[in-house]
C-alpha cells in the first residue's frame, strides 16, 4: 500500500485534468479541495482515514453552512471519485467511506425557456447594442446547433465545417458529433467576418486567443448581457446559455420527436440508453429533427 494524504493526491488529479485540458473538471475539483480543506482547518488527512465518520462529520458541515442536498452531494461525489481512483491505483483499501452520505442528484427548476420566448430573443432588433445583439447570436447559435456548449463551440475551427456539416468531440465526453449546418448559422457567423482567425465561430474576438481564461471571459460577458435580455422579454426567471440546451430538448418533445433522437442529438454518451442508440442511430435522423426545431424559431 502507498502512503496516499487526501490533499496531495487530488492536488496530482487536478494537475492530470490541466494537463488534459480537462479546465472545467480541474475548477470544479479545486472547489471541493477548498471546501474540505475549511472543515479540516487546513489539516491535511491520509486517504485510508477518510471514514464513514468524517465523511457524515463533513455532510453536516456542509449542511450546517445552508448548502442545498444537490451541493453536498456535488463535493461528495468528487471526493469519492478521488477516494476510487486511489482505490483502482492500488494506494488503499476500499472501505466505501461515502455510502451513508446523499451522492444523488435532486429534480431542480427547469431552465428550458418555451418557443415562445425563443421566438421573442430571435427577433429582437439589438443594432444599437452590439454587446447584447453578440450575446443573443451566441444563445441562439447554441440553440440551433443543439444546445452545443459554448466551449464547444469556442474551439470549433473552420476546418471543422466539411460538406455542410460541423464535426467536434464534446470536450465533456469526448464523444464525436456531427451537426448539418443551416442558412440560420452561417447568417450568425457572417455577422462577425474574421480572415485572420482559425476558428470558425466568433467566440475569440481578441488577438485569436484560445486560453480558459478568455473563454471564461467571454462566457461571464455573455450571461450578464442575457440576463438583460430576459428582462427585455418579459421571461420570469434570468437566462444564461445553459438555457439554450434545455430549451433545445424541450422543445423538441414538445414536437413528438422520440426520447432517443433528443439523447444522440445533444451527445448524451454517458447514459447507457443514449450509447446503445448512438451506435445504431442515423444521423440524418437527427439533422431532420433540428431542423423541425429551427424552423419553428421562425
Not at 20 to 28: C, F, I, L
Amino acid at each position: 500500500m502507498l502512503d496516499y494524504s487526501l490533499f496531495s493526491f487530488m492536488t496530482s488529479q487536478i494537475s492530470l485534468l490541466r494537463h488534459r485540458r480537462r479546465m472545467r473538471t480541474a475548477e470544479t475539483y479545486v472547489a471541493a479541495l477548498r471546501s474540505f480543506s475549511r472543515f479540516r482547518g487546513g489539516r491535511d488527512i491520509m486517504l485510508d482515514a477518510l471514514t464513514q465518520e468524517v465523511v457524515m462529520g463533513y455532510e453536516d458541515y456542509l449542511r450546517d453552512r445552508g448548502l442545498t442536498p444537490n451541493t453536498t452531494s456535488f463535493y461528495m461525489r468528487i471526493l469519492r471519485a478521488v477516494y476510487n481512483r486511489a482505490v483502482e491505483r492500488g494506494g488503499i483499501e476500499q472501505k466505501s467511506p461515502f455510502r451513508k452520505v446523499y451522492t444523488g442528484v435532486d429534480h431542480t427548476r427547469k431552465r428550458a425557456l418555451p418557443l415562445v420566448d425563443i421566438r421573442r430573443i430571435s427577433r429582437l432588433s439589438l443594432a444599437s447594442t452590439p454587446h447584447l445583439e453578440y450575446a443573443r447570436d451566441i444563445f441562439m447559435l447554441s440553440f440551433y446547433m443543439r444546445g452545443m456548449s459554448l466551449i464547444d463551440m469556442a474551439y470549433l475551427r473552420k476546418s471543422d465545417l466539411r460538406d455542410g456539416y460541423v464535426a467536434y468531440r464534446r470536450r465533456k465526453t469526448g464523444q464525436k458529433l456531427c451537426v448539418a449546418w443551416t442558412h440560420e448559422m452561417q447568417s450568425i457567423v457572417d455577422k462577425y467576418p474574421s480572415a485572420t482567425s482559425p476558428y470558425l465561430l466568433p467566440v475569440f474576438r481578441s488577438g485569436g486567443s484560445d486560453s480558459y481564461a478568455a473563454y471564461r471571459n467571454v462566457s461571464y460577458r455573455i450571461n450578464r448581457s442575457l440576463k438583460q435580455i430576459s428582462v427585455m422579454i418579459g421571461s420570469r426567471s434570468a437566462i444564461t446559455l445553459y438555457c439554450a440546451r434545455h430549451s433545445w430538448a424541450s422543445i423538441a418533445q414538445t414536437k413528438n420527436i422520440p426520447i432517443s433522437v433528443i439523447s444522440a442529438g445533444m451527445g448524451h454518451a454517458s447514459e447507457s440508453t443514449t450509447r446503445i442508440y448512438l451506435a445504431s442511430l442515423d444521423t440524418s435522423v437527427v439533422d431532420r429533427a433540428n431542423s423541425v426545431i429551427i424552423k419553428s424559431v421562425f
